[in-house]
């Protein structure tokens, strides 16, 4: 329980930082800094890595996924990119995101 308190606090502040630094993938120019690919990655992609990585390892991946999760719910413009100009790839993201995950554990339910 400790773990996944302190994930959260983590979380928090990574977010906090992630919105005043990389608001919107935008550098202080309105460039994007990180090129086109970045804005496709949301905080959903890296809740449904972290919470697969609080299933393997620590309560802590937990706290982190969902405060970026909770973000992505109630702070964002485009929730879930639904009705974005990248929506597709962002689906197509998560997509593979899910297959990497469901072949890691088709591959640990065969090896053990």
Do not use: C, P
């Not at 706290?63 to 109630?74: A, F, K, R, T, Y």
């Amino acid at each position: 329980m400790l773990s996944f308190i302190l994930g959260a606090a983590v979380g928090g502040i990574l977010n906090a930082v992630w919105w005043m630094r990389f608001s919107y993938g935008r550098g202080v120019r309105g460039k994007y800094r990180w090129g086109k690919i970045w804005t496709w990655l949301e905080h959903y992609h890296w809740s449904t890595i972290l919470f697969y990585l609080g299933y393997l390892f620590s309560a802590f991946f937990y706290g982190v996924g969902l405060i970026l999760w909770i973000d992505e719910s109630v702070h964002q413009r485009h929730k879930f990119a639904y009705r974005s100009k990248h929506f597709i790839q962002s689906l197509l993201i998560e997509i593979l995101i899910l297959l990497i995950i469901g072949v890691a554990e088709l591959v640990k339910l065969v090896v053990a």
